[in-house]
């Protein structure tokens, strides 16, 4: 299951996702940073384990980026005046 949200909004930047299996990782598009979950473990997505799992964590972005690629996903422009 993937989700694109190339938007800015109250309580977030622009973000891509992924979940599979037991497993969801966000990749934040203004920094390139990730956070990985574990569902199973951790279903209120409070410890962030992208440090813990860099394998997985790897591997999950990049089915995301071909995922974007495929679909021709839209990315966002860089909003430097976006204050959260």
């Known amino acids: 299951l993937f989700?694109?949200?190339?938007?800015?909004?109250t309580t977030t930047t622009p973000v891509g996702a992924i979940r599979s299996g037991?497993?969801?990782?966000?990749e934040y598009f203004e920094d390139n940073?990730?956070?990985?979950?574990?569902?199973?473990t951790d279903p209120g997505e409070?410890?962030?384990?992208?440090?813990?799992?860099?394998?997985?964590a790897t591997a999950l972005?990049?089915?995301l980026?071909?995922?974007r690629t495929e679909v021709d996903a839209a990315m966002p422009?860089?909003?430097?005046?976006y204050r959260r």
């Open 3 to 9: 989700f694109h949200y190339p938007h800015y909004y």
């Open 22 to 26: 037991d497993w969801k990782l966000l």
């Open 33 to 40: 940073r990730v956070e990985l979950f574990n569902l199973n």
């Open 46 to 56: 409070t410890t962030d384990v992208a440090l813990m799992q860099p394998d997985k």
């Open 61 to 63: 972005r990049e089915q």
């Open 65 to 67: 980026h071909r995922w």
């Open 77 to 81: 422009a860089v909003n430097p005046d």
